[in-house]
């Protein structure tokens, strides 16, 4: 009994490599968030972790491979505190607007979110979102 060789399979199609910028998609997404909340430059480098003026600008032309990895953890916690404040508030000028409001819960003391994470510590940031995530029935 002699056994046929078995089908070969087709090797599977190659397409182009799909080229992946995480850093960029961050840096883009973090300015967007920016500009809907209203941020000026000052702020926004703050919130950023106070980037050399050149870096912060070369970072905003979208001229960025690598940042340091504080920098995207503060950006991870912005975009969660964004999403947080979208899914709280289903108006969006709304939810874009809180962050400018003063707020008499214990973690602000009165300020505003967007006043306690211009603090400068990442831990600041931590605070908004472990707040809104709260809120959220998440925390």
């Known amino acids: 009994m002699s056994s046929a060789p078995a089908p070969r399979r087709p ?13 960029g998609a961050a840096l883009r997404t973090f300015f967007r968030l920016s500009a809907a909340w209203g941020l000026d430059t000052r702020q926004e480098m703050a919130l950023l972790g106070q980037p050399g003026r050149s870096t912060f600008f070369r970072w905003k032309r ?19 505190i964004y999403k947080a404040l979208h899914i709280l508030f289903p108006d969006p000028a709304q939810a874009d607007a809180w962050v400018r409001r003063p707020n008499a819960a214990p973690a602000f003391g ?12 990442v831990s600041d ?14 925390g």
């Not at 090797?11 to 850093?23: G, M, N, T």
């Open 125 to 138: 940031l931590y605070v908004v979102r472990q707040y809104l995530d709260a809120q959220r029935g998440w």
């Open 11 to 23: 090797e599977p199609a190659r397409s182009e490599p799909v080229r992946r910028d995480p850093v």
């Open 62 to 80: 979208g001229d960025a491979r690598v940042v340091p990895g504080d920098v995207l953890e503060r950006i991870s916690y912005l975009l969660g």
């Open 110 to 121: 009165g300020a505003s979110a967007l006043e306690r994470m211009l603090a400068g510590q």
